[in-house]
């Protein structure tokens, strides 16, 4: 394969993973209404430390650390977002 369909290829997979972001944002955004309703805090480490052992163990070994700064990333993002919700709807 040359370079241009393997570029191509990556340029497919950004394109869904923009939309399961977007997803995933809408539904953090779910939660922090639920959160804010129920009095709950953002953070819960518990959830995202289990979250991290499943998800490590869906990747191939090599990949383990690249999921586990990818995951807590995109935690840190969902926690901000939700964050922001709240802080909004505590007014």
Same mark, same amino acid.
């Given at each position: 394969?040359?370079?241009?369909?393997?570029?191509?290829?990556?340029?497919?997979?950004?394109? *869904? !993973?923009?939309?399961?972001?977007?997803?995933?944002? /809408? #539904?953090?955004?779910?939660?922090?209404?639920?959160? %804010?309703?129920?009095?709950?805090?953002?953070?819960?480490?518990?959830?995202?430390?289990?979250?991290?052992? *499943? !998800?490590?163990?869906?990747?191939?070994?090599?990949? /383990? #650390?690249?999921?586990?700064?990818?995951?807590?990333? %995109?935690?840190?993002?969902?926690?901000?977002?939700?964050?922001?919700?709240?802080?909004?709807?505590?007014?």
């Amino acid at each position: 394969m040359d370079l241009n369909k393997l570029r191509q290829k990556i340029d497919n997979i950004d394109n *869904d !993973l923009v939309r399961l972001f977007e997803q995933r944002m /809408e #539904t953090a955004a779910e939660i922090a209404q639920y959160k %804010l309703v129920h009095n709950l805090p953002v953070f819960d480490p518990v959830r995202e430390q289990q979250k991290l052992q *499943d !998800l490590s163990q869906k990747v191939k070994k090599e990949n /383990e #650390t690249y999921i586990t700064s990818l995951y807590t990333l %995109l935690f840190e993002l969902s926690r901000s977002k939700q964050e922001q919700i709240i802080k909004a709807g505590a007014k």
